[in-house]
């Protein structure tokens, strides 16, 4: 089992993602920040069809996601363990500034978009593996999968009998966080990302204030 305060932190980050998820969903017209199954998927129909708009746009988002995640773990790795998470949530939130001043200057939402995609991939890095809950993650599939296996296994009793519960939480903080930013954009636009750019902020300011003091092998 995942421990409270750290899977606490984790649907944060989660609902978060799913906030912008639903944000940039809207502005690319039906294409993912973080979603790269649904943007893959996407990606192939419309090399079938010759729809080299979708294709470019698509294999771009794929492309920075990949690009966010390298980032976002060399920069765990380089920074370490104390300094780790606050370093690529740095560079999360330098993301969200990109978007909103790309925005503000008039560039298109296929080009200021795809700096929250690399956001989104270097996210996953953000917080260390801890128990079987995969923590602030910005996609579900597997947790979803998790969710059967573990209900599966506890009827077993091969796992703790709530584990699953776990899962299921990941999942439904991305979709809170997705209907916020749903409703949210319907109020504000793009400029609704200021909210979720603020929760970022916020675990930027609380890693660096609470960041470990000594380092355990």
Same mark, same amino acid.
């Given at each position: 089992m995942t421990p409270t305060p750290q899977l606490s932190l984790g649907l944060l980050l989660t609902g978060a993602a799913g906030f912008v998820d639903v944000v940039g969903f809207i502005e690319l017209g039906g294409h993912f920040t973080s979603f790269m199954s649904g943007n893959i998927t996407q990606l192939g129909d419309a090399l079938a069809l010759g729809a080299w708009p979708v294709a470019r746009i698509t294999a771009? /988002? @794929?492309?920075? =996601? $990949?690009?966010? +995640?390298?980032?976002?773990? #060399? *920069? %765990?790795?380089? !920074? &370490?363990?104390?300094?780790?998470?606050?370093?690529?949530?740095?560079?999360?939130?330098?993301?969200?500034?990109?978007? /909103? @001043?790309?925005? =503000? $200057?008039?560039? +298109?939402?296929?080009?200021? #978009? *795809? %700096?929250?995609? !690399? &956001?989104?991939?270097?996210?996953?890095?953000?917080?260390?593996?801890?128990?079987?809950?995969?923590?602030?993650?910005?996609? @579900?599939?597997?947790? $979803?999968?998790?969710?059967?296996?573990?209900?599966?296994? %506890?009827?077993?009793?091969?796992?703790?009998?709530?584990r699953w519960a776990q899962h299921m939480l990941v999942w439904i903080s991305l979709l809170l966080g997705g209907l916020l930013g749903g409703l949210g954009y319907r109020v504000m636009g793009i400029n609704i990302l200021l909210v979720p750019g603020t929760v970022y902020l916020g675990f930027l300011v609380a890693f660096v204030v609470r960041r470990p003091s000594k380092v355990v092998p």
């Open positions: 771009s /988002l @794929v492309a920075l =996601f $990949l690009l966010g +995640s390298i980032a976002g773990s #060399m *920069l %765990a790795l380089m !920074a &370490g363990k104390r300094w780790g998470s606050a370093a690529v949530t740095g560079f999360v939130v330098a993301t969200f500034i990109l978007t /909103l @001043v790309l925005a =503000f $200057l008039g560039f +298109s939402p296929n080009q200021f #978009m *795809l %700096a929250l995609a !690399a &956001g989104a991939g270097a996210q996953n890095a953000i917080l260390p593996s801890t128990g079987s809950v995969r923590l602030g993650t910005t996609f @579900v599939t597997g947790t $979803l999968f998790a969710v059967g296996q573990d209900l599966a296994r %506890a009827l077993y009793r091969l796992a703790p009998p709530w």
